[in-house]
T-cell receptor, first 110, second 115 residues
Framework: GQNIDQPTEMTATEGAIVQINCTYQ??????LFWYQQHAGEAPTFLSY????GLEEKGRFSSFLSRSKGYSYLLLKELQMKDSASYLC???????????FGKGTRLHILP | EAQVTQNPRYLITVTGKKLTVTCSQN?????MSWYRQDPGLGLRQIYY???????DKGDVPEGYKVSRKEKRNFPLILESPSPNQTSLYFC??????????????FGPGTRLLVL
């Protein structure tokens, strides 16, 4: 079957670093995405990984290991505005479907 | 401005009354998709389209129809809405070429309440 798992909720402190993990099982793989979604708003793109390794973009980095079916999103120097849900999504290469995890709600404490 | 638009943004309707939610993008994207988002269930894909006249079922297609007659438009049709279709709906589109492609851009969402 197809499945994406990520923690439901996480809490971190302003200025700290947090890592949100995502594991996936899909029938094919054609890229993994991370999106940020504030309550009541549309998801916005954060990162895209299709090859193994780390992609860095400012305070946000994303890592992928295809052999382990594993990714993480690393957020550094956390700010209050980073309080949001973070969605992991995989594009299935066999069907071109896109499967989302249920999202990780991140709470930032001052 | 590059964007995905959806209309209406909010809709209250009654069971059985056919409705259409429109989606339009101005980025010449090939791939378009509809999702519904429900508490505890996350985003689930309803239908997607790889290009004009090409549509495929996502994970939760029952009770929905779509069409892709033009590249920019991808309407979602509920022929006979039922209360279990009350949800937040998002349309998204993406460009299929290049390494940085396939990133989806989302519309603002449509909140639907079916009584």
């Amino acid at each position: 079957g197809q499945n994406i798992d990520q923690p439901t909720e996480m809490t971190a402190t302003e200025g700290a670093i947090v890592q949100i993990n995502c594991t996936y099982q899909t029938s094919g793989f054609n890229g993994l995405f991370w999106y940020q979604q504030h309550a009541g708003e549309a998801p916005t793109f954060l990162s895209y990984n299709v090859l193994d390794g780390l992609e860095e973009k400012g305070r946000f980095s994303s890592f992928l290991s295809r052999s382990k079916g594993y990714s993480y999103l690393l957020l550094k120097e956390l700010q209050m505005k980073d309080s949001a849900s973070y969605l992991c999504a995989v594009r299935d290469s066999m069907h071109d479907k896109i499967i989302f995890g249920k999202g990780t709600r991140l709470h930032i404490l001052p | 401005e590059a964007q995905v638009t959806q209309n209406p943004r909010y809709l209250i309707t009654v069971t059985g009354k056919k409705l259409t939610v429109t989606c339009s993008q101005n980025m010449n994207h090939e791939y378009m998709s509809w999702y519904r988002q429900d508490p505890g269930l996350g985003l689930r894909q309803i239908y997607y389209s790889m290009n004009v006249e090409v549509t495929d079922k996502g994970d939760v297609p029952e009770g929905y129809k779509v069409s892709r007659k033009e590249k920019r438009n991808f309407p979602l049709i509920l022929e006979s809405p039922s209360p279990n279709q009350t949800s937040l709906y998002f349309c998204a589109s993406s460009f299929e070429g290049g390494r940085a492609g396939k990133t989806q851009y989302f519309g603002p969402g449509t909140r639907l309440l079916v009584l």
